[in-house]
């Protein structure tokens, strides 16, 4: 499993990002049966750098927390069976791994939202990882039924790392 993770902010947190990422990626990997090694790209970017990748990839042009772009086109959530039909489109030639997406998360949107539900930032944090990461499972929330099981799916994750609300 690998994580590229890049800040191009000077807010800092208070835990190993990489590490946090590494672990919610195979919490959630293991919760999907991926029977691959995964890679995801992270880019750590200010309020007006998301909505700048807002505007340009969803022509929505507001500051948003987190995006989530998946390299799989998922038939059916969770499941992987389709990529071994394309292997160059979906491997990384020199790692073998499967390449689920990237990931796009506002700094600032993460301390804010933290002071706003109370919880620490290392849950804020935490909590739109794995939601982005079920998104590059093939997971989505346009209706009520969809939203319930990405919830649970994120809430048990978090549960199972030991990342509470506090």
């Known amino acids: 499993m690998t994580s590229y993770v890049e800040n191009e902010t000077d807010v800092t947190f208070p835990f190993d990002i990489q590490k946090l990422v590494e672990q919610i990626m195979?919490?959630?990997t293991q919760r999907e049966n991926?029977?691959?090694?995964?890679?995801?790209?992270?880019?750590?970017t200010?309020?007006?750098?998301?909505?700048?990748?807002?505007?340009?990839y969803r022509d929505i042009d507001k500051e948003t927390d987190v995006l989530s772009f998946p390299n799989i086109s998922f038939?059916?959530?969770?499941?992987f069976t389709p990529v071994e039909e394309d292997e160059a489109d979906y491997f990384d030639p020199d790692s073998g791994e499967l390449l689920l997406g990237d990931i796009i998360i506002s700094a600032e949107r993460v301390k804010e939202q933290a002071g706003e539900y109370g919880?620490?930032?290392l849950r804020e944090?935490?909590?739109?990882?794995?939601?982005?990461?079920f998104h590059l499972c093939g997971y989505d929330h346009m209706t009520?039924?969809?939203a319930a099981v990405m919830e649970k799916k994120q809430e048990e994750v978090l549960l199972q790392l030991g990342i509470t609300r506090e």
Do not use: Q, W
Not at 46 to 56: F, M
């Open 34 to 44: 991926c029977p691959y090694e995964t890679t995801v790209n992270l880019l750590i």
């Open 144 to 146: 009520p039924e969809e």
């Open 75 to 79: 038939e059916k959530e969770g499941d």
């Open 26 to 28: 195979d919490a959630v």
């Open 125 to 133: 944090f935490a909590f739109l990882t794995a939601h982005s990461m």
């Open 46 to 56: 200010d309020n007006e750098g998301i909505r700048s990748y807002n505007r340009e």
């Open 119 to 121: 919880h620490s930032v």
